[in-house]
T-cell receptor, first 116, second 115 residues
Framework: AQTVTQSQPEMSVQEAETVTLSCTYD???????LFWYKQPPSRQMILVIR??????QNATENRFSVNFQKAAKSFSLKISDSQLGDTAMYFC?????????????FGKGTRLSVIA | EAQVTQNPRYLITVTGKKLTVTCSQN?????MSWYRQDPGLGLRQIYY???????DKGDVPEGYKVSRKEKRNFPLILESPSPNQTSLYFC??????????????FGPGTRLTVL
């Protein structure tokens, strides 16, 4: 079974600074996807960024980028120029690639606070 | 607008009183799933459905039922709720992973409290 570990329960960052959230995962699959979801106080689950395991290039979405290290099974999220609206719980998630059930396997989350 | 809707958004009930949380999506997705979110545990899959009339258990199915009579709807049924089912529930939908875009779209969540 796959597992996802987020070792930082809480983090804080000054507005406009850069912060990196850690995520490691364990799997024997060779083809899979990795995601970062943001959950603000509204509780909505918002997809921040995704990475296909077969792609070597790290995904980027505006101020958000990942450092995907497949051999190390590491998938960290970097938020540049942090904004107050980035305050949220962040979940790392894994999904294997197949035609059957494809549940997202989530880490326990990292609560990020952006401080003015 | 492409979306997943859930109702109700908030529900307080008592032990043993049957309830249903509805989930509907307008994206013609085959795959739908229910998760529960508990503090310190992240989200865990309860049940999933690959298509109409095809459902199966996820990681934490005890105490729950689902049905998939129509492609757009995937209700979650608690026949006899207990306090340990107090949680935040999310419905999600997507096209199968074999398609090019397998992003799972989440509903807004249902906060359930069982007294």
């Amino acid at each position: 079974a796959q597992t996802v570990t987020q070792s930082q329960p809480e983090m804080s960052v000054q507005e406009a600074e850069t912060v990196t959230l850690s995520c490691t995962y364990d799997t024997s699959e060779s083809n899979y996807y990795l995601f970062w979801y943001k959950q603000p106080p509204s509780r909505q689950m918002i997809l921040v960024i995704r990475q296909e395991a077969y792609k070597q290039q790290n995904a980027t979405e505006n101020r958000f980028s990942v450092n995907f290290q497949k051999a190390a099974k590491s998938f960290s999220l970097k938020i540049s120029d942090s904004q107050l609206g980035d305050t949220a719980m962040y979940f790392c998630a894994f999904m294997k690639h197949n035609w059957g059930n494809t549940p997202l396997v989530f880490g326990k989350g990292t609560r990020l606070s952006v401080i003015a | 607008e492409a979306q997943v809707t859930q109702n109700p958004r908030y529900l307080i009930t008592v032990t043993g009183k049957k309830l249903t949380v509805t989930c509907s999506q307008n994206m013609n997705h085959e795959y739908m799933s229910w998760y529960r979110q508990d503090p310190g545990l992240g989200l865990r899959q309860i049940y999933y459905s690959m298509n109409v009339e095809v459902t199966d258990k996820g990681d934490v199915p005890e105490g729950y039922k689902v049905s998939r009579k129509e492609k757009r709807n995937f209700p979650l049924i608690l026949e006899s709720p207990s306090p340990n089912q107090t949680s935040l529930y999310f419905c999600a939908s997507s096209s199968p992973a074999g398609r090019t875009n397998n992003e799972q779209f989440f509903g807004p969540g249902t906060r359930l409290t069982v007294l």
